[in-house]
């Protein structure tokens, strides 16, 4: 019998177990035994689909198949073999946790990593190898459709909410597949737009948080983005993913292209990709009716390599990046088997939502006590809307869903409900233009059903369809959509006590911001969503959330929309090219440093108590790198009720050679206190925590001098600060 593909070393009946399926031993040796026993076919068929969300394995060897489902926030539902339609099974449902950038707003690692085991316990169930999340992406402009899949405008909050969701989840031996590797901060153009950036704004601002998903949440995969950078497609960029990725950070894991992100054979070869995915489509809806085999790195690299125009080292170094991840997701046969134990997983879901929700203006009408509040209009679609569906890649399809109305009428003695606008029916590239005289019809019902309750509570905000919170587009304004700033004004008129609890992956402007008495942030916080806000309305729950990223008051006070549209979106004529010119002075690094107040401060988030901050304590005056300064500051509960506060600390570098934002976070600590009680939260500055990039020099440098420290609830409210030295 003819053997297929080439003289094959069988393993006998009576061998031993061979090297790469015993995992006593170190996975470098297995992963070297398999390549020795596999034909350059079977290590070409590894770098590729063979469909939608799935990658070979090696039959021959035994060697499973690679099985990836989105999104970060929840295991997506099956999808067919390869297109994008759903395959509409019976049990594939799951828990919608809060969107990433709720997650953030919780500033807590401790509910990263809760988020992390949950998710990871039903990705494991589902039989995933690979989760397509978290996303560390920077929020540049409040327009980018997918903010609500990110974790803010800071770094350094971006990256340490990042590892312990990484961690946790691949606990389960599930691969997390941190993305989109990178600066894909926008939608707009996303699959082509050229983006230029300073290396200090690359190392400083758009790098930071997938470095340390790599060196310290060890991420095993990583998701090369749609975008160009510097005139290449960061899915086969020898910068990003040779020279940085690997080269600097040694990560070891599996480069996995976006889906249609891969264009270049030869790139895709020699700058560090390993998994083709999704190749001939956009992304998400056109198809091409090729087999997997048509692929970049399918038959046209088989080629190039059997011609010798491609070296054999370059498919065996991915060959051995795909074998490592399989090694420690699909054969890691120690992993734990993962659960759909949906009442604890909700638990988990309403213990991040409640710690996610942000507080922004309160005059006293807030927490909205039942005992007196007995008679409450709700207003707004989001009140009733199922928000896990659409926005892209990330929906979800879920058993439960306890919407904000459904939970507030088991809080309230009377909740009476009026829609006050209508949002189009989402349509691929947009929504269906709801006519005039609806809206009107609907806003004066709700008016004036507002005039005879003790209470209005307005859900409104964005949602997922196009143009709004959602993959795949930019919001087109900075303000709230559907007539809604009229309406929250018209409903002031009818009642003095109106609350507006928007859900919302964005900033939006605020033009009523002075006759609402209350305003709080809320998220597309998934399966519990009702449950949260109902809480933190009425008290039960005190918020704790702080802000992940300014809310400007006008779109022109954002940074990235201050330098012209070559800045956001970019120039289409120019292919299209897009230069991030606000460079390092990205939110409130741009606010505080040019003096442009934000309306509401990048960490701001108010409490149903109150917090005093003591006097700070230093170690010492001086700092040196073999001495790192210490300081610690007590922290009171001075109020009447339980809550947690989060404790920021940003760094100002007084004076430096290369200009630098007037502070940066680079600490935070969530304390909760009882009334009366006193806490203490203690920083550990570190040399790492005072260097800028010098992108001449390609150094980090820390130059010796004064400088301050800042604690503060918020990037604007400091309540202390600490002169020191570095030596
Ligand atoms: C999408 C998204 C990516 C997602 C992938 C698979 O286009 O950009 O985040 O994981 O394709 O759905």
């Known amino acids: 019998m003819a053997l297929l593909g080439g003289s094959m070393a069988f393993a006998g009946a009576d061998d031993a177990v061979p090297a790469y399926l015993d995992e006593r031993l170190p996975i470098e040796q297995r992963v070297e035994d398999a390549l020795a026993r596999m034909t350059r076919e079977e290590k070409v068929a590894l770098c590729h689909a063979q469909g939608k969300f799935s990658s070979a394995g090696v039959p021959r060897l035994g060697i499973p198949e690679l099985w990836m489902s989105d999104g970060p926030h929840g295991v997506r539902a099956e999808v067919n073999w390869n297109d994008w339609g759903y395959a509409n099974w019976a049990n594939d449902y799951s828990t919608a946790f809060p969107a990433l950038t709720a997650l953030a707003a919780t500033w807590n690692p401790q509910m990263a990593a809760l988020y992390g085991r949950n998710i990871g316990e039903e990705a494991r169930y589902r039989e995933k190898d690979v989760l397509l999340g978290p996303g560390v992406n920077i929020y540049r402009t409040p327009l980018n459709g997918r903010n609500f899949e990110y974790m803010g405008e800071d770094p350094y909050l971006a990256g340490e909410m990042a590892v312990p969701y990484i961690q946790e989840l691949q606990k389960n031996g599930v691969a997390a597949c941190v993305k989109h590797f990178a600066l894909n901060n926008q939608e707009t153009w996303r699959g082509n737009v050229d983006v230029r950036v300073s290396d200090r704004a690359l190392y400083e601002i758009y790098l930071p948080a997938f470095k340390k998903a790599v060196t310290e949440g060890k991420t095993w995969s990583i998701m090369g983005a749609y975008n160009q950078y510097d005139g290449q497609h960061a ?76 070296p054999d080292s370059s498919v065996n170094a991915k ?38 929700i942000v507080l922004l203006k309160n005059d006293g009408l807030l927490p909205l ?264 500051i007590p922290i009171t509960n001075a109020g009447g009720v339980e809550g947690s506060e989060v404790v920021q ?40 925590h005072l260097r800028y990039f010098d992108d001449a020099a390609h150094q980090w440098v820390a130059e010796p001098g004064k400088f301050m420290l800042l604690i503060g609830s918020s990037s604007t409210d400091i309540h202390a600060k600490v002169p020191f030295t570095y030596k």
């Open 235 to 310: 899915c086969h960029n020898s910068r990003l993913l040779c020279d940085i990725l690997r080269g600097e950070w040694g990560f070891d894991g599996a480069v996995i292209s976006d889906w249609g992100g891969t264009h270049d054979t030869r790139q895709a070869a020699l700058n560090g990709l390993d998994i083709e995915m999704g190749t001939y489509t956009n992304g998400l809806t056109s198809e091409s009716e090729f087999t997997c085999d048509d692929y970049y790195l399918a038959n046209p690299y088989l080629k190039m390599l059997e011609s010798g125009e491609l």
């Open 319 to 356: 060959a051995a990046n795909v074998l490592r991840l399989i090694f420690r997701t699909a054969m890691n046969s120690g992993a734990p088997r993962g659960s759909l134990d949906f009442a604890k997983h909700y638990a988990a879901a309403k213990r991040i939502a409640d710690e996610s």
């Open 369 to 632: 006590r039942p005992d007196r509040y007995k008679r409450v209009l709700v207003v707004g679609e989001n009140a009733v809307r199922n928000l896990t569906e659409g926005g892209g890649s990330s929906e979800l399809k879920v058993k439960d869903m306890f919407t904000p109305l459904d939970a507030l009428k088991e809080v309230y003695a009377e909740v009476l409900y009026a829609p006050g606008y209508k949002s189009g029916r989402p349509i691929y590239d947009g929504e269906e233009l709801v006519a005039q005289d609806v809206l009107d019809s609907l806003r004066r019902e709700a008016v004036a059903m507002a005039k005879d309750v003790d209470a209005v509570i307005f859900i409104g905000g964005l949602n997922k369809n196009g143009f709004q919170d959602t993959e795949g587009t930019d919001r087109r304004e900075y303000s709230l959509p559907w007539g809604q700033d009229r309406i929250i004004e018209e409903l002031c008129d009818a009642n003095p006590n109106v609350v507006v609890a928007n859900v919302t992956g964005n900033a939006y402007s605020m033009p009523w911001i002075g006759k609402v008495p209350a305003v709080m942030q809320s998220w597309y916080l998934g399966t519990m969503i009702g449950p949260a806000m109902a809480d933190a309305i009425s008290g039960k729950v005190n918020p704790s959330g702080k802000m992940p990223y300014s809310i400007p008051r006008r779109l022109e006070d954002c940074a990235a929309h201050s330098f012209g549209p070559e800045a956001y979106p970019g120039v289409e004529s120019s292919g299209p090219r897009q230069e991030y010119r606000e460079d390092i002075l990205v939110g409130y690094r741009w606010h505080d440093t040019k003096s442009i107040p934000a309306l509401f401060p990048f960490g701001h988030g108010l409490s149903y108590t109150k917090f005093e901050y003591g006097k700070p304590t230093a170690s010492a005056k001086e700092m040196t790198d073999g001495a790192p300064l210490v300081v610690r």
């Open 649 to 688: 600390l940003y760094v100002s570098d007084l004076k430096s050679t290369l200009p630098r934002p007037l502070k940066e976070l680079k600490g935070f600590s969530k304390i909760s206190l009882k009334p009366g009680e006193t806490g203490e939260v203690e920083f550990r500055i570190l040399p790492e």
